[in-house]
Every structure is written in structure tokens, then in C-alpha cells.
């Protein structure tokens, strides 16, 4: 048998666990075939729940294992790096609890909080360079490690409880829709909860990077003096939060 | 290209996050410490800054389980890049991989799978090898992996595979002297003939773990101490191999330092009896 064919033989056996699979391979019969097909099947499992430590603590033990079992049936890992194998996972708790938008949340939030432990660095910008800044023409950069997503339920007072190791709240919707926000301080992973007209000013900063253009959103959603104000409050707060890497 | 093999014959331990603590603020005996690569090819953030911390305080070797060298369709040249860029900046005494497959034409199984003992297979391995050595610009070490599954059609057996592709390839060779006994226990080789079969020369590090009893096999679970007969074996291998660095690799079950360190002093008191 070709090595090619050897190969191709072996995945199908860990995707399916087929005995057509498995006789390319000798047979099922043979014991270190199951070795194989449980390392292969552990590895993912426990890849998912390094993740999602605390989705797995809402969700409950079997409700996990079958939402892991069913990702791995569907979703075989193609990255070079295991981590990457928890990306797709919060599409397949959406898939099998459509109707559980705290438990998509509060997976959001742990792949965020996950892959901004490992994003790229960035020297956030120091306060003190704020003076000399042209605010005219000045373009902001967000660091690399910031995601945003819509909050319209408790997710995060839910993951602080958990991370806190205190009694968490049920599941609630929000009473109006604001932001999930997570990033990198230093090397420590961070989450915060913003209101939806400071979610839209990021997502209007990231589009266009324009302090000005910035200035010009928030005029037309606030005002002309809340919204200057505003674009001023957020400026500093995203700069003590080390938010802003770069201001050019 | 002829590259020059790593020449470091001392004792290290498997760095593990547990005892990063024990390593940044203390002078933890060891000769090296080895890091699982893929570990530290991330973009930024603390796993990097550890890493630099401890490479101004030790001698790192970048030991790495996702290359793929037996893969049938190549090697993947983003995997090359980022390992060639961690390579530069932490400039590692050993860089090590696995005689195995994991990957397949986009599919990745995160395990170190058989390769078949043929000349087919060999003359891949064999090229792998080459393309992963010139995009580094060093040699490297490949390890012999447990195995739980043997085909049929070989031509060889594991030792002669690995003395020839280090002869093809000029790579050197990572004996684990705990897959060579569970190897030998699950295929039923003589696991004497497996170290007799090494070029003594090409061996440049061993790795030391434990395992545990599965459905009528040993399974490579590194998540025991050293056991007796892996010790036995490798009375005999530090004998034969005197240009091996030597570690213990432990990954699972991880034990406060000082055990580690235990283990690493039997390590070195076989070396000393074995080199008098």
C-alpha cells in the first residue's frame, strides 16, 4: 500500500471509526487501532475544554460531551495548532441550542479571552503622548488582541462569578443591548461589558481609524456637545485601558 | 547541506508550566530545559515573554510534535515559517520533532501517528527532512514515537529506518528509551536490538518517561514516574550513546520539581557509572 493511501486510510479510520476504514488498516480487530481512535477523540475533547472551562460548567458535564462529540463528528481539526480547534465551536453550540443565546455569549467569551492571551504584541500608547497628537488628522489603532461582540444577556456576569468561583446568576436578557469587549493589558487577558453607542464607536474606529470621524459619529448619534464629550471620554479611558496601540 | 549535529551531553527536564515559577526565580540544576514548540508559535502575549525569560537564564530545546515529517504531500510551509521564527529568536541547542504523521491533506489528528517501515515511506521522511533543514538552516533531531500499530508490508525494521534516514539526511536522532520499550512490548521486537541498531554518533538526546497498562498494550501516557525496566534500558543506552543530552519528560500527573530532579539525578548517576 501506497504511503498516500496508508494515510488517507488512517483519517478516515479517526473521522469514522468505519470498519471499511478500519480493514485499510489491517483490520479493527487489531487493539492499538482503538488507542488511536481514543487519543484521537480525547485530545479534541480535552483541546475543547482547556477553551471553554467555564461553558463547560454552565452547560453541565453531559450536555458538554455531547456538544463536544458532535463538533468532532462534523468538524475534523485542520490547524497546525490544537488551539485552533476551539474556533468553530461556539457555530456548533448555536447549532444544538439555538434558543440559549447566554450559553453563545459565554462561549464568546472564552475563545476571546482565549486567543487574546496569545495575539500579537503591541505597545500601548502612553498618556503623555496625547499632548502633542494633531486630533484633526489623527488616526487611532486599536491593539491586535481587541474583540467586540453585541451582549444582549448576563454572559459576563455569569463568566465573572465562574472565574470569581462565586454562586453565578441565571441566565437573563439584558434590558437594553450594549457590548462584549475583550483584550490584552500587558499579559493578562481582560473583559468588559460597554454600552452599544461605545461598542458602535469601535466598530466605527476600526473601520476608519479617524479621531475626527469619530468625533463626527458621536455628534450626529448625541449631539454636538455630548458627543464631543463623549469622543473625549472614550479616548482617555480606551488609553488608560491600554486599549490604544497606536495614534498616528 | 551539511549541517553540524548539537553536541551537549548533559541533563535537562521538560519545561512545564507548574514549575515556571521554580525556574524563573530559583537556579534549577539542569543543563537545558526542552519546550514543546508549537506551545510558543503563537503571535505575542505571556507564553513568548516566558519563554525569553527562561532562555536568559537556561539552554532551551524546541521539541516539537506537530512538523509531520512523514506526511505523503509535504511538509506545511506556514508551520516551517513560524518554527523558523521562533528558532531565530530563542536560538535553541537541539530542535527536535518526531519520526510520525499527524497531518493529511488539511486534515490534522494531533497525534503522533505510524509511519510504515518501507523505502517509500523513507524516501519521504527523507525529503521532509531535507526541506524542514535547509528552511532552518540547522539539523535537527527526530524521535523514535510508541507505537501502537505495525503494517504489514515493511521492509525494515524501526532502526534500521531511523540509521538510515540519519545517514541520508545528516539529521541526528532523539532516542526515547520509553518508546523503545513500549514499542518492544506492544510489536514484541528485542528492545536490546533497537539500541544496538542506533549509530551510536547520531544520537544527540534521550528522552526518559513512564507509561501505563492498557487493553493488552503499554500505552505512552508520560504521566508516571521512570519505571524499572525503562531504567534497565537505559543503563544500557547511556553506555552507547555519549553524545546524548538526557531529560525527563513528564507531561501529565506533573509532580512538585523536586521529584523531577530526583529522577534527573538517577538519570545522572547511571551516566557517571556507565562513562567509569
Given at each position: ?34 488507542v ?52 468553530e ?12 443565546p ?10 476571546a ?25 489623527a ?20 463568566w ?59 455628534v ?13 471620554g ?10 490604544i496601540?497606536?495614534?498616528e | ?128 527532512i531535507?526541506v ?33 534516514m540519519?545517514k ?68 544500557e ?13 513528564r ?8 521529584e ?17
Amino acid at each position: 500500500m501506497k504511503l498516500e493511501e496508508l494515510q488517507n486510510g488512517f483519517r478516515s479510520w479517526l473521522t469514522t471509526a468505519s470498519d471499511d476504514a478500519a480493514a485499510t488498516l489491517g483490520g479493527a480487530h487489531q487493539p492499538g487501532l482503538a488507542v488511536y481512535q481514543n487519543n484521537y477523540r480525547a485530545q479534541l475533547v480535552n483541546s475543547l475544554g482547556a477553551t471553554y472551562p467555564q461553558v463547560r460548567s454552565w452547560m453541565g458535564e453531559d450536555n458538554f460531551m455531547h456538544a463536544a462529540v458532535k463538533h468532532i463528528d462534523n468538524h475534523p481539526p485542520h490547524s497546525w495548532t490544537l488551539d485552533a480547534y476551539a474556533d468553530e465551536f461556539g457555530e456548533t453550540l448555536r447549532d444544538i441550542f439555538p434558543r440559549n443565546p447566554d450559553l453563545h455569549e459565554l462561549a464568546w467569551i472564552e475563545h476571546a479571552l482565549s486567543t487574546a492571551f496569545v495575539a500579537g504584541d503591541a505597545q500601548p500608547v502612553p498618556a503623555a503622548d496625547l499632548a502633542s497628537v494633531d486630533w484633526e488628522s489623527a488616526q487611532l489603532r486599536f491593539t491586535p488582541t481587541l474583540q467586540t461582540a453585541p451582549a444582549t444577556t448576563n454572559a459576563s456576569d455569569i463568566w465573572w462569578a465562574m472565574q470569581e468561583g462565586e454562586q453565578h446568576p441565571e441566565g437573563s436578557m439584558l434590558e437594553e443591548p450594549k457590548g462584549h469587549v475583550a483584550w490584552r493589558r500587558g499579559y493578562v487577558s481582560c473583559l468588559r461589558t460597554v454600552s452599544q453607542i461605545e461598542l458602535d464607536a469601535i466598530t466605527q474606529v476600526q473601520a476608519n481609524g479617524s479621531f475626527s470621524g469619530l468625533c463626527d459619529f458621536l455628534v450626529e448619534q448625541l449631539g454636538e456637545s455630548e458627543g464631543v464629550a463623549t469622543a473625549g471620554g472614550l479616548l482617555a479611558d480606551w488609553v488608560g485601558s491600554e486599549l490604544i496601540t497606536g495614534i498616528e | 547541506m551539511s549541517k553540524s549535529l548539537p553536541s551537549m551531553a548533559g541533563y535537562g527536564l521538560g519545561l512545564r508550566k507548574e514549575h515556571y515559577r521554580d525556574f524563573l526565580e530559583t537556579d534549577v540544576p539542569v543543563d537545558f530545559v526542552e519546550v514543546i514548540s508549537e506551545n510558543f508559535m503563537v503571535a505575542g502575549g505571556q507564553p513568548r515573554h516566558i519563554l525569553r525569560q527562561i532562555r536568559e537564564r537556561y539552554p532551551v530545546a524546541l521539541h516539537g510534535v506537530s512538523m509531520s515529517i512523514g506526511s505523503a504531500d509535504g511538509l506545511r510551509i506556514d508551520y516551517l515559517a513560524r518554527l523558523k521564527a521562533l528558532v531565530e529568536e530563542i536560538q535553541p541547542v537541539i530542535v527536535s520533532d518526531h519520526l510520525s504523521w499527524s497531518r493529511f491533506q488539511g486534515f490534522n489528528s494531533h497525534d503522533l501517528l505510524p509511519l510504515p517501515y518501507t523505502e517509500e515511506a523513507l524516501d519521504i521522511v527523507c525529503n521532509n527532512i531535507d526541506v524542514a533543514q535547509n528552511t532552518l538552516g540547522r539539523a535537527m533531531l527526530f524521535e523514535n514515537p510508541s507505537s501502537y500499530l505495525s503494517f504489514e508490508n515493511a521492509d525494515m525494521t524501526e532502526w534500521e529506518f531511523l540509521a538510515e534516514m540519519s545517514k541520508r539526511t545528516g539529521c541526528g536522532l532523539l532516542l526515547d528509551v520509553n518508546n523503545v520499550f513500549v514499542s518492544a512490548s506492544n510489536h514484541g521486537f528485542d528492545a536490546q536490538a533497537f539500541l544496538r541498531g542506533m549509530p551510536s554518533e547520531r544520537v544527540r538526546q534521550m528522552h526518559l518517561a513512564g507509561h501505563t497498562q492498557g487493553n493488552g498494550l503499554l500505552i505512552d501516557t508520560h504521566d508516571q514516574s521512570v519505571p524499572d525496566g525503562v531504567w534497565d534500558l537505559y543503563s544500557e543506552a547511556a553506555a552507547r550513546f555519549p553524545y546524548a543530552a538526557t531529560m525527563i519528560e513528564r507531561d501529565d500527573n506533573i509532580p512538585p520539581l523536586s521529584e523531577l530532579l530526583a529522577e534527573l539525578d538517577i538519570a545522572r548517576q547511571h551516566g557517571i557509572k556507565e562513562a567509569a
